[in-house]
C-alpha cells in the first residue's frame, strides 16, 4: 500500500466549496481537455459509452457533443452535479463500477490528488472493455513549481521551518511505466505546458480556491500561517508590472485496455 500522502477528506471539502465557483477557471480546464481529447481524433475507434472522472462540469458536455453517452463521477457530491446526465459521487480510489463497462474513460486534472495512482489506474483499467481507451491529463513535476519554492523560502524566513503547501507532482518520466505498470497496452505520456499569467498577484491564490485545489497535504500545518507569508512569498514572484506567471506542465497520458484473448 502506498503512504499516504493526500487528507481525502479535505479535498472534497475543498471541491464541494468550490463547485459554485469552478465556473472562474473553466477556460483553463476546457483547454486541458480540449488538448486531451484531441487524441479521439487520432483513432478510427469509435466510442459509445465513457466514464468522466473528475471533470468539473467540463469533459461530459464535450464527450456528449461527439455523440459519446457519459456517466461522471467526482469525489464530491457539489461539482459531481455540474456535470449535467448521468452523475455518481464516488470516490476516484475505489470505483463503483463492474469490469467492462466503459469504453472510454476519461480524466482531466484529476488523479493528481489520490494517494495510490497506480492502484487508481488497475481500476480504470478493471472497468474498461477490452480494447477501450483511457485518457488522462496529471500536473507532474515543474507545476506550480515557482509558486512552491516562494512559499517554502517566505515561511522559512518568517519561522523555524516551512510546512508543505503546494502538492507533490510525479515525473513525467513516470508516467508510461505506470500505465504499464497498471496492465495498460500501448502507453505514453507525452507532455504539455500551459503559461498561465495573472494580472494581480493573488489571482493565482484565488483561482486554484476556484478549481478545488487548496492544500490537502497531510502533513501541512493546522496553525494560523503568518499574515506575512503570502504578501511575501507573492512579492517574490511577481513582474515589475505587478503581474505574475505561474506554469502549468502536464503528462497527456494514454493507454489502451488489452484486448480479449481468444478462448
Not at 507533490?168 to 513516470?174: E, G, I, Q, S, T
Not at 511505466?177 to 504539455?192: I, K, N
Amino acid at each position: 500500500m502506498s503512504a499516504l500522502i493526500f487528507d481525502r477528506l479535505a479535498l472534497r471539502r475543498h471541491r464541494d466549496r468550490a463547485a459554485a465557483k469552478v465556473a472562474a477557471v473553466e477556460p483553463v480546464l476546457q483547454d486541458v481537455a480540449e488538448r486531451l481529447l484531441d487524441r479521439l481524433d487520432d483513432t478510427t475507434h469509435r466510442f459509445s459509452f465513457a466514464l468522466d472522472i473528475g471533470g468539473r462540469g467540463v469533459v461530459a458536455p464535450m464527450l456528449r457533443a461527439r455523440g459519446i453517452a457519459v456517466i461522471s463521477s467526482d469525489l464530491s457530491p457539489n461539482m459531481a452535479v455540474r456535470n449535467g446526465g448521468l452523475v455518481v459521487a464516488a470516490d476516484e480510489e475505489f470505483l463503483p463500477f463492474a469490469a467492462g463497462s466503459f469504453d472510454l474513460v476519461v480524466a482531466n486534472l484529476s488523479l493528481h490528488g489520490v494517494n495510490d495512482l497506480p492502484g487508481a489506474l488497475i481500476q480504470i483499467r478493471h472497468v474498461l472493455k477490452p480494447d477501450g481507451l483511457f485518457l488522462a491529463s496529471l500536473p507532474v513535476l515543474g507545476t506550480l513549481d515557482r509558486l512552491r519554492s516562494a512559499l517554502t523560502e517566505a515561511e522559512a524566513a518568517l519561522r523555524d521551518g516551512a510546512s508543505p503547501r503546494v502538492a507533490p507532482f510525479p515525473d513525467l518520466r513516470d508516467g508510461a511505466a505506470l500505465l504499464q505498470r497498471a496492465g495498460f497496452a500501448l502507453p505514453v505520456a507525452d507532455a504539455e505546458e500551459i503559461e498561465l499569467r495573472y494580472a494581480t498577484p493573488f489571482n493565482l491564490l484565488r483561482d486554484l480556491q476556484a478549481a478545488g485545489e487548496s492544500n490537502a497535504i497531510i502533513a501541512r500545518s493546522r496553525i494560523v500561517p503568518p499574515s506575512a507569508l503570502f504578501p511575501m512569498a507573492i512579492a517574490s514572484m511577481t513582474a515589475d508590472d505587478g503581474s505574475l506567471s505561474a506554469r502549468l506542465r502536464l503528462a497527456m497520458l494514454t493507454g489502451w485496455a488489452p484486448e480479449a484473448k481468444p478462448v
